[in-house]
């Protein structure tokens, strides 16, 4: 199984919402990311999970909020997002084994769309 | 500077045909690896290749092998036999021994070139 399961595919929410964006892998690895990814665009790094502690945080607005609750799962807390958060966002992940060639897998993101 | 500079945004190609897909970076770290994924309209990202700055022979995967030409710092990708499927967007990325921070080494992403092949 090399799979990264997203949920949702797609999801709409207003300014004042909260969601939660879901991601989950079962391959044992132990570094997990989020990234972010406008429209024709590479993918931005958001966070990076290890051992399910947070180890990098790139100066993202608190509106969002990582969680990783154990080794196969990891959140995207969303709230109060602006229309500009509008993107598709994608979770990887791969083993913490610091080998530069170390593949991540992607997840197929979630569309979202703040309206 | 960019690190990963992708010159070509879209590319074209004839279905069977072979094809290029240019990639450069820049980097003063004498340990770094560089990837290529594919990204269909779907959105995820596949890992498609790799090569370590210390390899002393070009990478391939099936269709896919890559062009490695270090002293021009240049990393390009050449898919044989094109089939339809292959349409996508394809991403250079780079990841440099500096670059290792929380427990992995953080990849640069170039811009990305759409390909489309025609049938």
Redesign the interface.
């Known amino acids: 199984d090399t799979e990264v399961t997203q949920t949702p595919k797609h999801l709409v929410m207003g300014m004042t919402n909260k969601k939660s964006l879901k991601c989950e892998q079962h391959m044992g690895h132990r570094?997990m990311?989020w990234y972010k990814q406008k429209a024709?665009?590479?993918?931005e790094?958001m966070f990076?999970y290890?051992?399910e502690k947070l180890?990098?945080n790139e100066s993202v607005p608190s509106r969002f909020s990582p969680e990783c609750p154990n080794s196969s799962l990891l959140n995207l807390h969303l709230h109060a997002l602006q229309p500009e958060d509008s993107a598709?966002y994608?979770c990887?992940s791969?083993q913490?084994t610091?080998n530069?060639?170390?593949?991540?897998?992607?997840?197929?993101?979630t569309?979202l769309t703040v309206v | 500077a960019q690190k990963i500079t992708q010159t070509q945004p879209g590319m074209f190609v004839q279905e069977k045909e072979a094809v290029t897909l240019d990639c450069t970076y820049d980097t003063s770290d004498p340990?770094?690896?560089l990837f290529w994924?594919k990204q269909p309209s779907?959105?995820?990202?596949?890992?498609l290749i790799?090569q370590?700055s210390y390899d002393q022979q070009n990478a391939t995967e099936g269709r896919y092998s890559l062009n490695f030409q270090k002293a021009r710092k240049s990393a390009n990708l050449v898919i044989s036999a094109s089939q339809l499927g292959d349409s996508a967007m394809y991403?250079c990325a780079m990841?440099e021994?500096s670059s290792?921070?929380?427990?992995?080494?953080?990849?640069t992403?170039?811009?990305?070139t759409?390909l489309i092949v025609h049938p």
């Open positions: 570094a990311y024709k665009k590479p993918p790094l990076v290890s051992y180890s990098i598709l994608l990887a791969s913490a610091g530069m060639n170390t593949e991540a897998f992607f997840g197929q993101g569309r | 340990s770094y690896g994924y779907s959105g995820e990202m596949i890992f790799y370590g991403f990841r021994g290792f921070s929380g427990g992995s080494y953080i990849p992403f170039g811009r990305g759409s």
